[in-house]
């Protein structure tokens, strides 16, 4: 069949297109994505918000200064009430000074659970609490705290036993739920809460079209990225920061969530 001009040349910028396409996803997962940070809006219920905080985790820290001051700033400009993050903060105790540092740069309280690596590392998690604590906020460990007038309530999980009885929230309070693992949600029982956050899937860090993730951890299931409805209440699970465990991201950058309830 013999080919029109138009044609032809459409013909062969979709060759070469499919041919440069391996090299270009590449390129972008490798370079491009890990770095390149987005922010996520979600509002929850009706009526005029009355709280506005920000959700961001597994940060992974490995020494990579630059970035993490960027993902502060970025949080900062945001202005945020408060700032709610889901572990993994390091993976190798030596770089927890210089998290802890840089996350005292964050100008809204600051309330977090561990994550995994957090519990692997050995690292002191006096020192987290301290960290944390100086923020305004708190390092969580199955504790909560009521805030903003009596009218918020954080709540924080170890997520170390499967026979643990989950946090009871205040029935006076809105009450948000901060967790690692996002299959979590499924051994909270009868206990309802206005939000759950999560980290620890990284979104599956690679994502393909159609598809969805290629790898995920365990204790994630079926809640691997974005807003689930489920018993316990709104699930939002955040891509995190950081990687693990190589530095490649795919249709999937890393984030920052900003909340409205």
Request: proline letters at 7%; aromatic letters at 10%.
């Given at each position: ?54 959700h961001?985790?597994?940060?992974h ?49 600051v309330?977090g ?5 957090d ?41 170390l ?64 990225l ?36």
């Amino acid at each position: 069949m013999k080919l029109g001009k138009f044609n032809r040349r459409r013909f062969l910028l979709a060759a070469l297109v499919a041919a440069a396409a391996p090299g270009l996803a590449a390129a972008d997962a490798k370079w491009l994505e890990p770095g390149w940070v987005k922010t996520r809006r979600l509002r929850l219920g009706t009526g005029k918000p009355t709280h506005r905080l920000v959700h961001f985790t597994d940060v992974h820290h490995k020494g990579d200064r630059a970035y993490l001051v960027s993902v502060v700033k970025k949080i900062n400009a945001l202005s945020p009430d408060l700032v709610c993050f889901t572990g993994d903060l390091i993976e190798d105790p030596q770089h927890l000074p210089e998290a802890l540092e840089l996350f005292a740069g964050i100008k809204s309280p600051v309330y977090g659970v561990p994550g995994n690596h957090d519990f692997w590392s050995h690292a002191s998690f006096d020192a987290m609490a301290k960290g944390f604590a100086a923020t305004g906020g708190a390092w969580l460990m199955d504790d909560q705290r009521v805030i903003a007038d009596g009218k918020l309530c954080l709540l924080g999980a170890t997520c170390l036993s499967a026979k643990q009885k989950p946090l009871v929230p205040p029935k006076t309070t809105r009450n948000i739920f901060l967790m690692h693992y996002p299959a979590w949600v499924k051994r909270l029982g009868t206990q309802k809460y206005d939000l759950l956050l999560a980290g620890h899937s990284h979104g599956g860090q690679v994502r393909l079209p159609f598809y969805g993730p290629i790898f995920l951890p365990f204790g994630v299931d079926e809640y691997d990225l974005g807003l689930f409805h489920t018993g316990s209440g709104p699930l939002y699970v955040g891509a995190g920061i950081g990687w693990f465990p190589v530095p490649i991201r795919f249709n999937c950058r890393p984030e920052i969530t900003v909340v409205e309830i």
